[in-house]
């Protein structure tokens, strides 16, 4: 195959002044705006500028000549390659005011609300804290090997320890891939469509010390899957089920639609405010445990309930924010439209006795237009994945007028974009950025809302 061929590479020199919602620094050159990876504002910098057809297609750092008082040494030797956490070279502090201006600047831009968002809520050790991991598996020089892709390509560079997933997960990984050695079970090869293992996802718990590991495979058939997820369990105790995920497809969705219990139950628990919930390989559950509370507390204080308010959970996942909620409402009903998380969900209130919670299986938006003229609620907690809601949901919210909407949203983009079509309706209370994320870009953010 050919390639363009470059038109070669400017050298500039420029200032940052801001950073981008991607965590990019922001240069601006002869009347263009320039995104640069790894520049703060107030840093000077060499820059290298590819350009193709007249159109930038790369921007490198050649020389920086100040640093920012609030550099970092990243501390991740794949920090620059990997590009999952975008904010590694930023003080952890800058971080947490990096994502409250930038949840400000979004409000003003997409909604024209002009609103003080309270401080990040941040942690008190930003590392090691995801509940879930999520690798693909490839063969590299004959050696099975876990890692990432580089950018736009298929091309794995391998990572040996990535430092926001915990140790344990970074363990049962380097197990999982000599096992995988051991026994000669090949990984996946997507040009040749050849081998078999494509993905192994990791979660678990944080309390409960129970976790699942997911062999995602391209075949249903692999001889000695039993045996391979007893050897799993044996070499690492903490491992209570394994499951065997099928993905036949050829695209980049990582999990397939069907699913075999290899061992266990295929479930674990843990548990938030002492209730406990079932996780199974495919429902939505958040991926930060310590954080969770932090975000779900901030959402149920804003709530303020008493004991008697009907609630709507929209987006419920597993029921958790509902379920959290039905301790101090009057009932509770949860819509999702995943069919296993409503599974869980409903298994979740009957193991933790909650008689006053109910969760149906639907689209949101469907299910509001279909009840609005009968349904009545004095509190929705709403918590949508990153394209937001829809338009058509948050008429028919308008209509039924709950006295609060508590919106909790992973994309500011879109959370502003939807309060644009509430602030008719409603007043912003309160507005809490939440650090679901940290060292990425990514924030969450917590809205009360009341009603005018
Ligand atoms: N509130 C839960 C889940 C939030 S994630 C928690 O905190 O864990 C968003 C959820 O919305 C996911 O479970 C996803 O399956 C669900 N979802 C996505 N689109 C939906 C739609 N149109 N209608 C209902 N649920 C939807």
Known sequence: MEY??????????GECVAIDDNGKGIVRLNGQTLFVDNLLPSEKAELEVETYKDEISAIKVKR?????PLRVKPLCPYYQECGGCSLMHLSYQGQLEYKRDKVKNLLHKFAKIDFEPSPTLGMASPYRFRNKVQVPIRLVKGQVVSGFFKENTHQIVPLEDCLIETEEAEKILKGIKKLLTKYHIPPYDEDKGRGLIRHILIKESLHFKETMVVLVTSNRDFYGKVNLAKEIVKMFPEVTTVVQNINTRHTNVILGEQEDVLFGSGKIKDSIFNLSFLISSRSFYQTNPLQTEVLYKTALDQAGLTGQEEVLDAYSGTGTI??????????VLGVEIEPSAVRDARLNAKMNKIPNAEFIQADCTTYLLENKEKAHFDVVFMDPPRKGSTPEFLLALKEIKPKKIIYISCNPV????DLADLKDTYDL???????MFPQTSHVETVVSLKLR
């Open 322 to 331: 509902g379920l959290c909620a039905s301790i101090k409402a009057k009932k």
């Open 429 to 435: 209370v309160s507005v809490t950025p939440v650090d």
């Open 4 to 13: 363009p061929k470059r038109e070669g590479n400017k050298t500039l020199e």
């Open 64 to 68: 920086r000549f100040n640093d920012s």
């Open 414 to 417: 879109t959370l502003a974009r």
